[in-house]
């Protein structure tokens, strides 16, 4: 059953890896690449939708990774799984402090209500994103090298 545990996590950690790294490499470039309004209307959309997910996914990969820690404890690699644990936590700390609130804002722009400053803002968000991707895939990183 453990070992069912780890390969769930490490896959759904995975998944969860991609996705961030595809948007922060590829999505936001193609968006920023967009004519006129287009990029900052799909930021929006991207914000509203990606925003009403992904709590529950970095959410629910913790409670794995936790679990796996917990049920692994005196097993290989514990002390990267609970090393991964925290930073997952670290990223799940970042998203509330830094990048929500300003998702929160983003997802409510259009071109006629957006603030003059949206562009440092999308900015701020995506350097703080980056930041998150390195967090998260140094856990995916721990969680495989836990199952070696």
């Given at each position: 059953m453990l070992n069912a545990l780890e390969i769930v996590t490490t896959v759904v950690v995975g998944l969860m890896v991609g996705v961030e790294v595809s948007v922060a490499?590829?999505?936001?470039?193609?968006?920023?690449a967009l004519p006129e309004d287009s990029g900052q209307l799909g930021h929006a959309h991207g914000g509203r939708m990606l925003g009403a997910l992904m709590p529950f996914w970095y959410l629910g990969s913790l409670v794995l990774c936790a679990i796996w820690a917990v049920a692994g404890w005196n097993g290989h690699g514990a002390g990267l799984v609970v090393t991964a644990a925290g930073l997952l936590i670290l990223s799940v700390v970042m998203s509330i402090l830094?990048?929500?609130?300003?998702?929160?804002?983003?997802?409510?722009?259009?071109?006629e209500n957006r603030p003059a400053d949206w562009k440092q803002q999308l900015d701020r968000w995506g350097r703080?994103?980056?930041?998150r991707v390195a967090v998260i895939v140094a856990a995916f990183t721990l969680l495989v090298a836990a199952r070696a």
């Open positions: 490499f590829v999505m936001n470039r193609i968006l920023d830094l990048l929500v609130p300003i998702n929160n804002r983003n997802k409510t722009w259009t071109p703080y994103h980056y930041v």
